[in-house]
């Protein structure tokens, strides 16, 4: 169909690895025959067609993939051997391939991406946190495996010591999820948002859209937070939460106790809430607190609050007691220059998000007083 790859064309001619991403029935398949004839105007293109979707059933490929050669595959569980053969045999510029579906298709479509080959495939799936979690496909944007730290490094992070991240370089350099068949969200640089994804700060992805009269938009969208952690695994908290929740009212008469409890920190703000309460981002250094823990009261909350990994340029320091009293050159330093530190007793959700009021000038949450909040002095090392 003529016109359909005018919202991706500039990626399409750009000569990077493209994998298109969506539910079946999304349109995938014909972006891919159209953009097959494009390049074959220009290069060498060979289309590795399993099911015969993109040149037809018959012995005469269909008009629609243009002068693209096209190479049947016998039997389903030949493809990856094709899609070799092609590379190896038939000097093509641009390999296409519909349905990258089995280990071995992925394991061979990185064989054809390391040979300085253009690959243009498409594979199911909603989005990239979904295609990571796949254990088949995830190889296709670099897989994940979990890491472990260094103390030091963990408490630089905020983290715990093990984490995700990513195991390769992804076989594709651009990822299109196809949400409908006039609207797209792209990640241009695959390696970085894996990358963002799983330390969970998505970057922001490219939105193109066609409105009513046809123009195609491009917009700058944040994505919503959805974090491998939160699939797989939860804190201790959240196990908590939900325990309570199966346990009827007794379970919520004990989440509300928990949730009562106040913060614990060393000294109050040296700025004024009025200043928060402009919008205007806080921008914080979490050293030894979860920094997902924290980034997701601040979310609850609706604060405008900033986790950054360097301590040089920011607006307060947040750590635990214990790190605190262990006077670590960074707790030090930090004092030196006067920035704010704030001390936390433990990581509890409730005394994160009574903090993040407190520094942001709202109200003590109902049931904490004054007299139920420890002493706010100045803890001694």
Excluded: C, W
Excluded at 209 to 237: C, D, F, H, K, W
Aim: net charge neutral.
């Amino acid at each position: 169909m003529y016109g359909t790859i005018d919202i991706l064309q500039d990626l399409v001619e750009s000569g990077q690895n493209i994998l298109l991403l969506g539910p079946p029935g999304v349109g995938k398949t014909t972006i891919l025959r159209e953009a097959a004839r494009v390049l074959a105007d220009s290069k060498r293109v060979i289309i590795v067609d399993t099911s015969n979707e993109i040149g037809g059933d018959g012995d005469v490929p269909h008009p629609a993939v243009g002068r693209a050669r096209r190479m049947q595959v016998s039997v389903p569980d030949r493809q990856h051997e094709v899609m070799i053969e092609a590379v190896e045999n038939h000097n093509p510029e641009v390999i296409v391939i519909d349905e990258i579906g089995r280990e071995l298709e992925a394991t061979a479509a990185r064989t054809i991406a390391e040979r300085g080959v253009q690959l243009i495939g498409t594979a199911h799936g909603n989005a990239l946190d979904n295609l990571l979690l796949n254990p088949t496909l995830s190889d296709l944007v670099g897989g994940i495996q979990a890491v472990t730290l260094s103390d030091e490094e963990a408490r630089r992070r905020g983290t715990q010591k093990t984490v995700l991240e990513r195991r390769a370089p992804p076989t594709f350099d651009v990822l299109v999820e196809i949400q409908t068949r006039d609207r797209m969200a792209i990640h241009e640089d695959v390696a970085a948002a894996v990358d963002a994804v799983l330390r969970e700060r998505p970057l922001p992805i490219e939105l193109r859209y066609r409105n009513e009269s046809g123009e195609v938009l491009i917009e700058q969208q944040m994505p919503e937070v959805r974090t491998i952690a939160e699939r797989n695994t939860r804190s201790s908290s959240a196990n908590g939460e939900r325990q309570s929740a199966r346990n009827g009212k007794e379970g919520r008469r004990r989440s509300d106790a928990y949730e009562r409890s106040p913060a614990v920190y060393d000294r109050p703000p040296e700025r004024t809430p009025a200043e928060n309460r402009s919008g205007k981002p806080m921008v914080v250094y979490a050293y030894g607190v979860a920094r997902n823990r924290l980034q997701q009261a601040a979310r609850r909350l609706h604060l405008p609050l900033t986790l950054v990994d360097e301590p040089g340029q920011v607006d307060m320091i947040v750590t635990l007691k214990n790190y605190y009293r262990r006077r670590p050159k960074l707790i030090v330093d930090a004092e030196r220059r006067g920035t704010p530190i704030h001390v936390l007793r433990a990581i509890t959700v409730s005394q994160m998000e009574n903090f993040l009021m407190d520094v942001f000038g709202h109200e003590p949450r109902e049931g904490v007083s004054m007299a139920d909040d420890p002493v706010r002095g100045r803890l001694k090392p």
